[in-house]
C-alpha cells in the first residue's frame, strides 16, 4: 500500500468515515473510496465506484470485477452505534438487543439515579445534558437515536441535535397525541417539516407491542428495517 494512501485510511478510520479500499489483485493498485469522493493511484470507473459504495452501504466486503480485471473491495465502517435519550425500563432490554446486533450503545440521562451501571452494565453512560452529550459524541451516518423519556425538557434537546445530524435512524417513544405535540414544539423551535419527518413515531414497527421489552423488539426491528434499506 502506498503511504499517502495508508495516511488517508487511517485518517478516515480515525475520523470515523466510511470509506473502501479498492485494490486491483494484478497489478496492487488500489484507491479509495468514500461517499463523496475517490482518491488513489487506481483509475475506477462509474460502475465500480457504485458498487464500492453499495459495498459501504450494505457493509460488506467482496470481490469485483471491471472489464476482466479482479478487484476487491474492502469495506472500512465505523463501528455501528445507538445512543439511547432516558434510562428507562425499555432502554434495558433495548441495550441488549442492540448490543447482539453489533452496535456500541450509549446512555444519556441527566438523572443519575436512573443512568446506573447496574442496570446499564457494559456501555458508556453519560450524565450530560442531552444535547451537549449528543453534540460531544459526534453523531454519524452510522448511529441511530432513539429518544425514550416522555419527557420534553430532555427528548427535545437530543432531538435538535439528532434532528440536524447524519444519524440514519432517529425515532421517539409516544403516541401520535404525543407526536403531534412535539412536531408543533419543533416547529416553533424552526426546524422544517422535512428534518421533523426524520422521526420515527410513535417509534417501532407496528407490531402490537406491549411489555417493555416487545417494545424494544419492535424499535431493533425498525431500526434494522431503516439500516438495510435499499
Avoid: C
Avoid at 420515527?200 to 417494545?215: R, T, Y
Amino acid at each position: 500500500m502506498r503511504p499517502d494512501t495508508l495516511k488517508s485510511l487511517l485518517a478516515a478510520r480515525e475520523a470515523k468515515r466510511p470509506v473502501a479500499l479498492v485494490s486491483n489483485l494484478e497489478s496492487g493498485a488500489q484507491s479509495l473510496v468514500y461517499r463523496d469522493a475517490v482518491e488513489g493511484s487506481l483509475d475506477l470507473d462509474e460502475a465500480i465506484v457504485a458498487s464500492a459504495r453499495t459495498a459501504l452501504r450494505d457493509d460488506k466486503s467482496g470481490r469485483a470485477d471491471a472489464y476482466g480485471t479482479p478487484l476487491f473491495v474492502q469495506v472500512f465502517n465505523p463501528p455501528k452505534r445507538m445512543i439511547i435519550v432516558g434510562a428507562v425500563h425499555i432502554a434495558q432490554p433495548l441495550m441488549t438487543l442492540a448490543q447482539t446486533s453489533g452496535y456500541e450503545v450509549v446512555i444519556v440521562d441527566p438523572r443519575g439515579a436512573f443512568a446506573t451501571r447496574d442496570r446499564f452494565p457494559g456501555v458508556t453512560l453519560s450524565e450530560d445534558w442531552p444535547d451537549e452529550a449528543l453534540e460531544t459524541l459526534r453523531i454519524d451516518n452510522r448511529t441511530a437515536v432513539v429518544t425514550l423519556t416522555h419527557d420534553p425538557k430532555l427528548d427535545d434537546p437530543a432531538l435538535h441535535v439528532a434532528l440536524r445530524s447524519e444519524a440514519f435512524y432517529i425515532g421517539s417513544l409516544g403516541s401520535r397525541k404525543t407526536h403531534g405535540r412535539r412536531v408543533e414544539r419543533l416547529t416553533e423551535d424552526g426546524y422544517t417539516e422535512e428534518e421533523i419527518a426524520r422521526i420515527h413515531a410513535p417509534v417501532g414497527l407496528s407490531i402490537n407491542a406491549k411489555s417493555p421489552a416487545e417494545i424494544a423488539i419492535s424499535i431493533m426491528a425498525q431500526i434494522t428495517q431503516v439500516l438495510r434499506a435499499e
